[in-house]
């Protein structure tokens, strides 16, 4: 499948927000949190990347709430949150496919790290044999 040509029209509602982003093998690699967008020379508004993670879920969702979720989220880390460049969207359907593997984006290290130190360990995990 080839990448949507530039300027695809998208209900973000409807099309990336809270969508699963599975990596080029099929694996879930997260969730969209919210998305980047920057103005192009119309005017109109272009999504760029991806974002990821508590930090950009608390912004999206406002209020007392997305506040609280992100004051947490920034006692745990630094920077922006996590982002996932447009350029590597394969496909926007049921779920947004990358051209990437999950390995090399650096996205969740929470869970990177659950997985490779906790989950691995455990008899008959998927990782057992690595």
Not at 32 to 44: I, K, Q, R, S, Y
Not at 96 to 109: E, F, Q
């Amino acid at each position: 499948m080839n990448q949507p040509p530039p300027g695809r029209v998208l209900d973000l509602n409807l099309h990336l927000l809270d969508r699963q982003v599975v990596d080029t093998d099929g694996l879930l690699v997260c969730k969209v949190d919210d998305v980047e967008l920057e103005p192009g020379e119309n005017g109109a508004l272009y999504v760029t990347a991806i974002l990821v993670g508590p930090r950009a879920l608390g912004r999206r969702i406002g209020s007392r709430l997305g506040r609280w979720i992100t004051s947490i989220a920034n006692r745990q880390a630094t920077g922006p949150p996590p982002r996932i460049d447009m350029g590597i969207v394969r496909d926007i359907g049921s779920a947004v496919t990358l051209d990437a593997h999950r390995a090399d984006l650096a996205v969740a290290p929470l869970e990177d790290w659950v997985d490779r130190y906790i989950i691995s360990r455990i008899p008959g995990s998927r990782h057992e044999s690595e």
